[in-house]
C-alpha cells in the first residue's frame, strides 16, 4: 500500500507539551522502537519523554477493525477507539476519576476507510493490577468503595476487569486508576447498582470474592446485600454465552464478522 494513499489526523490536548513531531512522527517508527507492555488485538509501547524530566508516554496502537466494524467507524456510525479513548479520560478527570493523562490522538485512514488509530497518554509508574492481589481483603473492599463512588458520580466502566483496574498504595491508602477505558457509560446522576450488573460480575474472577465484593458494594451504595445473587446469575449466563462464541468463531469464515482483526 503506498504511504501517499494514507491520510493522518492528529489531535491534541489542550496545553499538552508532547512536541508535534514526536506525535507525527510516532506511525513510522512504532514498530521498530519502544518497550512493549502488552500484546494482543491491540499494541501497548511505552516510550522516553522527549521532553526533559517528563514522565515516560503511552502509545496504544489500535488494530484495523474486523471488516463490518471498520465501516462503522469509517461512515461515522461509530467513533474510532482512539478517539473516544481520549475524550474519556478527559471526561473522567473531569468527573474527579483518575487515569493515566490523556496527550493525543492520531485516526489513520486509506481512501475513506479507517486504518491503525493512535491514544498517547502519561504511563504512570509503579501500578499494580488487582488481579496480581486478588486475594487481599483491604484492597477489595477499597475496591468496592471505589467502585460505589465512581457510579455515584455517574461513570459506568463497560470493561471492569481486574486487569483495567490499576492501584498503589500512598500514605497507607489505596489509589486508582482506570485504563482501557473505550467503552465508558456518563450520566449526570449516579448510575443504579441494578444497572450496573455487567460491570460488577467483572472485577474478581473467584464466585467466593466476587459475592464479597457485591456485598461491600451493596453496603456502601445503601441497596439490598441480595444484589449478589442476581449478579452471580447473570455471570454464570454470560459465561455459558462466551463458550457458545468461542465456539461458532472456530467456524471456517466466521472470524471476519466476529471480531478478528485486520491488522496490527
Not at 481520549?86 to 481512501?111: C, H, M, S, V, W
Amino acid at each position: 500500500m503506498s504511504e501517499q494513499a494514507i491520510k493522518r489526523q492528529f489531535f491534541f490536548a489542550p496545553n499538552t507539551q508532547l512536541p508535534k513531531d514526536f506525535v507525527e512522527n510516532m506511525p513510522f517508527y512504532f514498530a521498530e522502537h519502544g518497550t512493549t507492555i502488552h500484546k494482543a488485538r491491540n499494541l501497548i509501547k511505552v516510550f522516553d519523554s522527549p521532553i526533559e524530566n517528563g514522565s515516560k508516554i503511552n502509545v496504544k496502537k489500535y488494530c484495523i477493525p474486523p471488516i463490518i466494524n471498520r465501516i462503522f467507524y469509517s461512515v461515522g456510525l461509530r467513533t474510532p477507539k482512539a478517539k473516544t479513548t481520549y475524550l474519556n479520560a478527559l471526561e473522567l478527570l473531569k468527573r474527579g476519576i483518575q487515569t493515566p493523562a490523556p496527550f493525543a490522538y492520531i485516526i489513520e485512514k486509506d481512501g475513506w476507510l479507517i486504518r491503525f488509530s493512535y491514544f498517547f497518554s502519561e504511563q504512570v509508574e509503579g501500578l499494580q493490577t488487582i488481579r496480581q492481589n486478588s486475594e487481599d481483603r483491604d484492597l477489595l473492599k477499597a475496591v468496592a468503595k471505589y467502585t460505589a463512588d465512581m457510579h455515584e458520580k455517574g461513570c459506568l466502566h463497560k470493561d471492569y476487569t481486574p486487569g483495567n483496574i490499576l492501584f498503589r498504595k500512598e500514605n497507607g491508602e489505596y489509589k486508582f486508576w482506570l485504563v482501557d477505558i473505550n467503552r465508558f457509560k456518563f450520566k449526570n446522576s449516579p448510575i443504579s447498582a441494578w444497572s450496573a450488573f455487567e460491570a460488577l460480575m467483572k472485577p474478581y474472577d473467584n464466585d467466593a470474592l466476587l459475592k464479597e465484593f457485591v456485598l461491600e458494594y451493596a453496603k456502601c451504595r445503601g441497596v439490598s446485600q441480595k444484589l449478589y445473587i442476581p449478579i452471580l446469575c447473570l455471570r454464570k449466563i454470560r459465561r455459558a454465552y462466551d463458550k457458545t462464541k468461542r465456539v461458532l468463531k472456530k467456524i471456517p469464515g466466521s472470524k471476519l464478522l466476529l471480531g478478528k482483526p485486520l491488522g496490527k
